[in-house]
């Protein structure tokens, strides 16, 4: 047990600390995007940044988000009631394809004989 201790210890010793998470501001974050949308390369401009370009692209998924967009900013009444009708309309079209799904699946059945 003690050479296991001296060996870990030994061994931890020497390692180098873990990395910290680094954290981008959202200029930054509008900066690499803007980057990345005129180099029209994601892969260049997360090299010149020195970051990895997988970061660049989830930044490019959030952007097109309305989640994401949307976050800290208040909609104005009319556009959140018009969103509000949107999404119901979209809700009522769903259960209506659904339907209509379940319709053609029982009359292409054949009648058993």
Do not use: C
């Not at 980057?35 to 997988?54: F, G, H, M, V």
């Not at 660049?56 to 097109?64: G, M, P, R, T, V």
């Amino acid at each position: 047990m003690d050479r296991i201790g001296s060996y870990l210890s030994h061994v931890l010793k020497d390692s180098p600390p873990p990395a910290k998470r680094r954290r981008y501001d959202a200029a930054f974050r509008a900066e690499a995007l803007r980057l990345a949308e005129q180099s029209r390369s994601t892969q260049a401009a997360a090299r010149a940044l020195n970051i990895d370009p997988k970061r660049i692209y989830k930044w490019q998924k959030e952007a097109l988000t309305p989640v994401a967009a949307a976050r800290g900013a208040e909609l104005d009444p009319t556009t959140a009631a018009e969103l509000r009708q949107l999404r119901a309309l979209a809700r009522r079209q769903g259960q209506e394809l659904d339907i209509l799904k379940k319709a053609i699946a029982i009359f292409s059945q054949t009648p058993d004989q």
